[in-house]
């Protein structure tokens, strides 16, 4: 919790790192489509004087299921930026497919994209996750989409890593502090 203009807020700061209010905070809010309704989480993007911070916190994941029959295993999960920012559902059998494909702004090859997150783990539906980036700055994100899928990203298959599905998106916004200007 920190009291910023007499306000409190909650949202995550590395306890490595004396807190100083980050300038700009963006959350993409998580929710589950047709294949998993249960889904729901946030991811924030705060700046960082050298990058940005990445921090997401999900739950509500499928199960993990091996690979078996030729079936890609379920988990763990693809996780991207996308280029569009909308979470229009779409084909409830291949939902979020609006969102475009993953956001890369510099023409690379897959793996090397701007929007090439880690992987998430499910620990019972639960994953909790934090990363630095240099790739990309929070301005540069507000107004794209996170998307969770339901296979991990192989990093090689191009152009988006065979992940398979779409599980959940959220639409990343800028967060707006009390007694802080709107910009």
């Known amino acids: 919790m920190v009291n910023y203009h007499n306000r409190y807020y909650y949202y995550p700061t590395p306890s490595y790192v004396p807190f100083r209010a980050p300038s700009t905070v963006a959350l993409a809010k ?10 729901q989480g946030n991811v924030f ?6 990058g940005t911070e990445v921090f997401a916190e999900v739950f509500g994941l499928p199960a993990y299921q091996p690979a078996k029959d030729g ?3 379920i988990g763990p999960h693809g996780f991207h930026i996308h280029e569009n ?18 956001w890369n702004p510099h023409n690379q090859p897959h793996g ?9 783990f499910s620990n019972n539906g639960y994953a909790r996750m934090s990363f630095f980036t240099n790739k990309f700055t929070v301005e540069e994100v507000i107004g794209k989409s996170v998307i969770i899928h339901e296979s991990p ?11 398979g599905r779409r599980l959940g998106c959220g639409i990343i916004r800028k967060v707006q502090f009390q007694n802080q200007p709107k910009q």
Do not use: W
Request: aromatic share 8%; hydrophobic share 30%; proline share 12%.
């Open 71 to 73: 079936k890609k295993p």
């Open 85 to 102: 920012g909308t979470c229009e559902v779409g084909d409830p059998q291949t939902p979020f497919e609006a969102a475009g494909g993953h």
């Open 45 to 50: 993007f705060m700046e960082n004087p050298h």
């Open 30 to 39: 998580i929710t589950g489509g047709p294949l998993a309704s249960q889904l």
């Open 153 to 163: 990203d192989d990093y090689r298959t191009q152009p988006a890593g065979d992940a």
């Open 112 to 120: 090397n994209h701007a929007g090439d997150f880690p992987a998430l």
